[in-house]
């Protein structure tokens, strides 16, 4: 009964490629999340949508797009990938009304 | 805006001595406080939340915080150590201010509990 799950756990692409993760929540919330943890462990709000709308939209390169068909999932895209890209990619949610997030596992994006 | 400092990047501690793992918060509105954990390879799991109503906190595995508005800290302690609570650990701050409700983190404090 995972809560927030993501998919792949580890992805490993060459520099010019493009991948996505994916992100479900079985939790009913209504506000999703992507965070980016880079080598140094500091998070940083990448994008936040609520009931499919782009809440937040961090100074992300436009290499990035997040996209939610439904509000159980989160999926993110990202063409033309650099090497400073390599980081972990976390999904998280929160219930409505609230501030808590809850996380997934991660996904950790090797780009070589 | 908000922030959040996590003094001490690296704390050591021995098994069965007190942890304090230190947060202070920046904002100009009523926060809301969190610690995360984070274990080796493992996504952030909440250890407990400030959310306006006590002022000390109690969450999982024996981990307490205390709000201090005078302070503007929210301090991690844990009154004896266990070798399964080395991990990284978070404080993180969100405001209603703006909608946004993303959290903004520290830095991040490694725990290690040495036998």
């Known amino acids: 009964d995972t809560a927030v799950s993501q998919t792949p756990k580890y992805l490993v692409t060459q520099m010019g490629n493009d991948k996505s993760i994916k992100c479900e929540q079985n939790?009913?919330?209504?506000?999703m999340y992507w965070y980016k943890q880079d080598s140094k462990k500091f998070l940083k709000i990448m994008f936040s949508?609520?009931?499919?709308?782009?809440?937040i939209n961090e100074t992300v390169p436009n290499r990035f797009s997040p996209k939610s068909p439904d509000k159980a999932h989160l999926n993110l895209h990202i063409n033309s990938l650099e090497l400073g890209d390599s980081a972990v990619y976390f999904c998280?949610?929160?219930?409505?009304?609230?501030?808590?997030?809850?996380f997934g596992p991660g996904t950790r994006l090797t780009v070589t | 805006a908000q922030s959040v400092t996590q003094l001490g990047s690296h704390v050591s501690v021995s098994e069965g001595a007190l942890v304090l793992l230190r947060c202070n918060y920046s904002?100009?509105?009523?926060?809301?406080l969190f610690w995360y954990v984070q274990y080796p390879n493992q996504g952030l799991q909440l250890l407990l939340k400030?959310?306006?109503?006590?002022?000390l906190v109690k969450g999982i595995n024996g981990f307490e915080a205390e709000f201090k508005k005078s302070e503007t800290s929210f301090h991690l302690t844990k009154p004896s150590a266990h070798m399964s609570d080395a991990a990284e650990y978070f404080c993180?701050?969100?405001?209603?201010?703006?909608?946004?409700?993303?959290?903004?983190f520290g830095s991040g404090t490694r725990l290690q509990v040495q036998p």
């Open positions: 998280a949610s929160s219930p409505v009304g609230s501030y808590e997030q809850y």
């Open positions: 939790l009913g919330h209504d506000t």
């Open positions: 949508y609520n009931n499919k709308e782009l809440i």
């Open positions: 904002s100009s509105v009523p926060p809301y």
């Open positions: 400030y959310t306006s109503a006590a002022t």
């Open positions: 993180a701050v969100s405001t209603m201010d703006t909608g946004r409700r993303a959290l903004t």
